[in-house]
């Protein structure tokens, strides 16, 4: 074996580790050449018109409705719904399905929009409770966001809070590393930062020491894993587990919270109305906002039920199973000591 070069006392690498790094390289290799081509393939349809891309969606409807988690959605509006007919249901369940396959298309759509188009099919209202609070000295504020309608499109609130704010959107790693870049450029095309939830408390540090206006953006429907439970709510007939994140960073930072209402007045347009909360969370209980946010979205579910994504398993993870693990938890701590 050759003698390290003079004044480098790195160890020599091992042909195991060799072929190893030479392995993940590949893999890297391999799975940025199928970003790409995911990418361009998408990229070349979305310069469709959306006449012609509605017409996928709904020809598609036709096969999603069929075979795509349909028992779970139909397990969730029962639990939901329990006092509307089966017939009631399945109508609700036909529209969410169009709405779902809509989502798929305008967000293929997305990638080649351009800034004026978008802002044209996206609109907002309520802007001016943020600057009114950013023009008072608050610099951060939390927007409280669902599943509801195309939630992929609110991270457009970046082109109407230029030059005089910007906009961050907290994500859910998915597993699947091209359509995790893929959706990491979309919310990011209109300037916005991408915010991974592990990161969340420390990334929002880091942009209030900035000294910059930011609308942090939290879509706070998603169901927690069990180690995350922390608080239960009274949502759509269930007893609910919900994050309580942003609402316990907000107290931290002195963020103004509001909530953002979805409405969707046509095919391929989208409202949002941002509602006022709370300008100093940590003067309310706590949970307070958790529990009106909760309220305020089973009101618009219940008004536009086929808006909301219905696919998730969204009360998997009871109370009851919650109450017991935590006991059983508790039990072996003590027998420990």
Known sequence: MQKNLKGDNRAPMSADAGMKNGGMKAVKNLRMLRFRI????????????LSVLYAVSDF????VSRFYRTRVVRSNLAGAFPEK??????KIERRFYHQFCDNVVENIKALSMSREDMIRRMTFSGLEHIRQRHE???SLHFLYSAHMGNWEWIASINYHLCPWGHSAQVYHRIHDKAFERLFQDLRAKAGGINIEMKETF??????????????IIFISDQQPTWNS??????FLNHDTAVFIGAEHIARKVDAFMCYGRMTRPRRGYYHLEIVPMEDHPSSV????????YCNMLEQDVREHPEMWLWTHKRWSRTKEEWLRRKQTKEDKSQSSE
Request: proline letters at 6%; one cysteine or more; charged letters at 25%.
């Open 60 to 63: 598609l409807c036709l096969f």
């Open 38 to 49: 995911v990418r361009s393939c998408l990229y070349a349809v979305s310069f469709l018109p």
């Open 136 to 138: 008072a000295g608050q």
């Open 85 to 90: 007919s089966e017939h009631e249901r399945r």
């Open 229 to 234: 439970i922390h608080h239960f709510v009274p």
């Open 202 to 215: 420390r990334r929002i540090l880091q942009l209030r020491k900035e000294g910059k206006n930011y609308t």
């Open 285 to 292: 209980p706590e949970n307070t906002l958790t529990n009106r």
